[in-house]
């Protein structure tokens, strides 16, 4: 077999680079790096965990990088801009590729005429994996070519955005982002205060409608969306979602006002 001028060139296999980005995360960090063992590298952008976190990953084999809170967009561009393969897959601490999911990705990321995948999620609450009340079709652009992305400067909800072809994989990520109901209450609160600063910055104002949005909000995750066909987990969660929703309507409110406090 020759190559070059010859019959033949044999193909090179694209390598593939995981990217986290992680905080205090010792307990899930291990779950979601073994899960993507058959990267060619793994990268943990660390910023100023006070657990074992960087410890936890470079035993699991991954690469630590620290580097302070820059904001979830920026966070996300910085990691980006630390991997070296040809492809990015992009987990948080608390995200598991499933084994259907890590036993597709080589063949997808070897197709020449695709340039970043969708990933489906499947999120549980409290031991309980949530299929209704707006959980169903959840997918996340999350796999992509690292010279065809880049991440939008946002505090929450950044979001990549790649160039050219995307399409969506057939296996799942697990998330678990709660372990319980006061660690759920504790993000809520940050996530909260960062959506309502977005709101405000981009010049969305408090409405006196926005009363209706909690009970809505519910109804809709709950009843339109069959959140009840998921049980309990199911009403939790729905209320959960409409509790957000007023938070994040209620420091906008607190945003506009002279004596407001400024978000942290």
């Known amino acids: 077999m020759r190559s070059g001028s010859g019959f033949f060139r044999l193909a090179r296999v694209p390598t593939l680079s995981l990217a986290v980005i992680a905080c205090d995360e010792e307990r899930d960090l291990p779950r979601c790096l073994a899960s993507?063992?058959?990267a060619d590298e793994r990268v943990v952008i660390d910023s100023g965990s006070r657990d074992r976190t960087r410890e936890v990953a470079a035993v699991a084999g991954a690469r630590?990088?620290?580097q302070p809170w820059l904001g979830y967009g920026a966070q996300r561009a910085f990691a980006l801009s630390q991997v070296t393969g040809d492809w990015v897959l992009v987990l948080d601490a608390d995200e598991v590729?499933?084994?259907?999911?890590?036993a597709e990705i080589p063949a997808a990321i070897a197709r020449p005429d695709v340039d970043g995948y969708r990933l489906r999620?499947?999120?549980?609450l409290f031991g309980r994996t949530l299929r209704y009340g707006g959980f169903?079709?959840?997918?996340?652009?999350?796999?992509?070519?690292?010279?065809?992305?880049?991440y939008?400067?946002?505090?929450?909800?950044?979001?990549?955005?790649v160039e050219g072809r995307v399409e969506t994989l057939r296996g799942h990520v697990l998330h678990r982002p709660y372990a319980s109901l006061s660690e759920y209450l504790v993000k809520l609160e940050r996530y909260s205060t960062l959506a309502a600063a977005q709101r405000h910055a981009a010049g969305r104002r408090f409405s006196p409608f926005a009363a209706a949005r909690m009970p809505w909000g519910f109804l809709r995750r709950y009843l339109l969306q069959l959140g009840l066909l998921d049980g309990y987990a199911g009403y939790v969660s729905a209320a959960l979602g409409a509790l957000s929703d007023f938070l994040k309507d209620a420091k906008l409110q607190d945003l506009e006002?002279?004596?407001g406090d400024a978000p942290r």
């Not at 999620?121 to 549980?124: D, K, L, Q, T």
């Not at 939008?152 to 955005?161: F, N, T, Y």
């Open 64 to 66: 630590v990088v620290e």
């Open 257 to 259: 006002r002279p004596d």
């Open 97 to 102: 590729l499933s084994p259907e999911l890590a």
């Open 36 to 38: 993507a063992a058959f």
């Open 121 to 124: 999620f499947r999120s549980e």
């Open 152 to 161: 939008r400067d946002a505090a929450i909800h950044e979001g990549v955005a």
């Open 136 to 150: 169903g079709g959840e997918t996340h652009l999350r796999l992509f070519r690292r010279g065809r992305a880049h």
